[in-house]
């Protein structure tokens, strides 16, 4: 059984079945050492492992957002940045259900982050999605948006190759990669970190107008309800205006009344005494 079998076994299961691996292998001393070097897997791994054995295209597109989002970043296109961004975080949280599905039990929140983290470290460095494409992670991997990915000890050496010729092939390659890509890598960190600042940015706009738009209907309501208290206003006004004057033409009738009561009664007492 070779690392690529090993490294889809449960972690649990890893160290009996590399152990047999080893017994297996003893007439070749270089496949025996290199068997024997071989880390347990974490969880995390285990299952971005399986993910790379069971659903290679489903990782491939999501791996190959990465280039995509680096040429987007150098042309300044925003809105293809928007548009890779949002494809970029809904085609994580969907491979991280996959993981999770191929896992067959329960899965923390904990690893569930160490996948995701593993995932977006592919997509932001190139090195650690060539560790991720090679299905022998042994640890999780993590980018901090600035610099390379840490990749030191995260991917099993294959017993069918020296770990020291390996590494040296590894070397090179991250000596010819390094200047081309560290630029695209930090942009790439840049960028998503400008993508969920331009997200919280819309999600507060959209908030704002809301409110705004609220405001507005309610101040429409007052002005409506201000224009039929003044309407109503006017109206108690032009009645008390009527009132007024009724009251006081009734006060001058009274007033004309006791004054013709007043002669009337002064009439008679003159008769009366005469």
Same mark, same amino acid.
Do not use: H
């Given at each position: 059984?070779?690392?690529?079998?090993?490294?889809?076994?449960?972690?649990?299961?890893?160290?009996?079945?590399?152990?047999?691996?080893?017994?297996?292998?003893?007439?070749?001393?270089?496949?025996?050492?290199?068997?024997?070097?071989?880390?347990?897997?974490?969880?995390?791994?285990?299952?971005?492992?399986?993910?790379?054995?069971?659903?290679?295209?489903?990782?491939?597109?999501?791996?190959?957002?990465?280039?995509?989002?680096? =040429? $987007?970043? !150098?042309?300044?296109? +925003?809105?293809?940045? #928007? &548009? @890779?961004?949002?494809?970029?975080?809904?085609? %994580? /949280?969907?491979?991280?259900?996959?993981?999770?599905?191929?896992?067959?039990?329960?899965?923390?929140?904990?690893?569930?982050?160490?996948?995701?983290?593993?995932?977006?470290?592919?997509?932001?460095?190139?090195? =650690? $999605?060539? !560790?991720?494409?090679? +299905?022998?992670?042994? #640890? &999780? @991997?993590?980018?901090?948006?600035?610099?390379? %990915? /840490?990749?030191?000890?995260?991917?099993?050496?294959?017993?069918?190759?020296?770990?020291?010729?390996?590494?040296?092939?590894?070397?090179?390659?991250?000596?010819?990669?390094?200047?081309?890509?560290?630029?695209?890598?930090?942009? !790439?960190?840049?960028?998503?970190?400008?993508? #969920?600042?331009?997200?919280?940015?819309?999600?507060?706009?959209?908030?704002?107008?809301?409110?705004?738009?609220?405001?507005?209907?309610?101040v429409e309501l007052l002005r409506a309800?201000?224009?039929?208290?003044?309407?109503?206003?006017?109206?108690?006004?032009?009645r008390r205006r009527k009132a007024d004057?009724?009251?006081?033409?009734?006060?001058?009738?009274?007033?004309?009344?006791?004054?013709?009561?007043?002669?009337?009664?002064?009439?008679?007492?003159?008769?009366?005494?005469?």
């Open positions: 059984m070779g690392p690529e079998q090993l490294y889809l076994l449960p972690p649990e299961e890893f160290t009996a079945a590399r152990d047999a691996a080893t017994t297996a292998a003893r007439p070749d001393a270089d496949a025996v050492r290199a068997l024997k070097a071989l880390r347990k897997p974490s969880v995390a791994a285990w299952l971005v492992n399986r993910l790379v054995a069971e659903q290679p295209a489903l990782v491939a597109q999501l791996l190959d957002l990465g280039p995509a989002l680096a =040429a $987007a970043q !150098a042309d300044g296109d +925003g809105d293809e940045l #928007r &548009a @890779l961004g949002g494809q970029r975080r809904a085609l %994580v /949280d969907a491979v991280v259900a996959t993981a999770v599905d191929l896992a067959d039990r329960p899965v923390s929140a904990a690893v569930r982050d160490e996948v995701a983290a593993t995932l977006e470290a592919g997509l932001s460095d190139a090195g =650690a $999605a060539d !560790a991720v494409r090679s +299905g022998r992670l042994v #640890r &999780a @991997l993590s980018y901090a948006g600035f610099g390379g %990915v /840490d990749l030191d000890g995260a991917v099993a050496v294959s017993p069918a190759r020296p770990a020291r010729a390996r590494r040296k092939d590894e070397d090179g390659r991250a000596q010819r990669i390094a200047v081309a890509e560290a630029e695209a890598l930090e942009a !790439a960190g840049r960028l998503d970190d400008a993508v #969920r600042l331009c997200e919280r940015a819309q999600r507060d706009q959209t908030a704002a107008q809301g409110a705004a738009d609220q405001a507005r209907a309610q309800q201000l224009s039929e208290a003044e309407a109503a206003a006017a109206q108690a006004d032009s004057k009724a009251a006081d033409a009734a006060v001058e009738t009274v007033r004309r009344r006791q004054d013709a009561e007043e002669r009337a009664r002064a009439g008679l007492d003159r008769l009366r005494r005469g």
